[in-house]
C-alpha cells in the first residue's frame, strides 16, 4: 500500500524552514552528535512495519546498511578532500591524513567529528533492526569502497558533489522506511532520516556558498550524480533482489525525492551567502 500521505507529512515536518535553518545552525565542527530521541530498540518487532512486507523492510534495511558502512574510510576521503577548499567543513566530517595518522598513533579515536559520531550508529542501528525484524542478525561484509582522494580543488567538488547527493538519497529512503513504520520502529528510523537532513542542509548550503544560485542546475546535478551512484549499487549488492525492482516502493522513494528538494529549494532561496561564508570560514580556505 502506498503511504504517499505519511511520507508528505513527515516532509512537511522534518523539510520545513525553521527545522533546515537549526540543522544548519547547529554545525560546529567540535560540537557532539545531534541527539536522538529515546526508541527501545527491544519493542521493534515485524508488526510494528506498515502498509510494506516484512522483507521488503529487511531487504531496504539491509541495501541501507550496506551503504553506510565503510563511514571510516570515508571520514578519511572528507577530512582530506576538503582540506583546502573548505577545512571548517573537513573538520565536521572527518580527519586530514596526518589528522588520522597522528590519531592512530596516539591511540584516539579514528573520528570523533560530529558527522562521523551521527553516521556511525546508522549502519549499527539498522543491523539491529534488521535482527528484530528477521530473527537473524545481518552478515557485515561490505562490497562498497570509498575512493582516494586528494585535497586538489577538483576532487573537493566531486567530493561535494557525491555526498550531496548520497545525503538527499539517504535522507529520502529513510523517510520512506519512516512511514511505513509505527512505533519504536518509526522513531528509530526517524533519528537517522534527522541525521542524513541535517547533513544534506549543511551540504545544501556549501553548494549554494560554492556555486551561486541555480537551481536547476542544481537538480540536474544531484540527479545524475544519483543515477550514477544507483546503478553502481546495484551491480555492487551482496546478492538476493536487486534494488528498485519494487515498483510501489520506487515510486515512493521518487516521491520523497521530489518533496524534499522542493523544501530544501525554497528553504534555500532564504540563504545569504556572505553569512553561510562566515559559518563555513571560506576565509581560511583562501
Ligand atoms: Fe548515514
Ligand atoms: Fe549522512
Redesign the pocket.
Known sequence: MLRLRQIHQIISEDYRRATLDACLLSFDPRGAARVWTKARLRDVAPPLVAGMAVDEMVFMLTVAMEI?EPIQEYSRENGEGFRLLLPELGRFMGKNRDEAASAELLGLPWCESPWCAE?RR?ATTFARIVERLSGSAPPRANPNRPRVVTPRREDAIRLLLSREAAEWN?SSTYVVMAAHATGELHTLLRNVAR??IKHLAILSAVDLLLFGRGPWRRFTRLVRQSLNEFRGQRKVRTGGRRMGSNRRTAFEVVFAHLAAEWRVRRWMRTLDRARLSELFGREAAA
Open positions: 553506510e553516521e546508522h539517504s541525521d542524513e
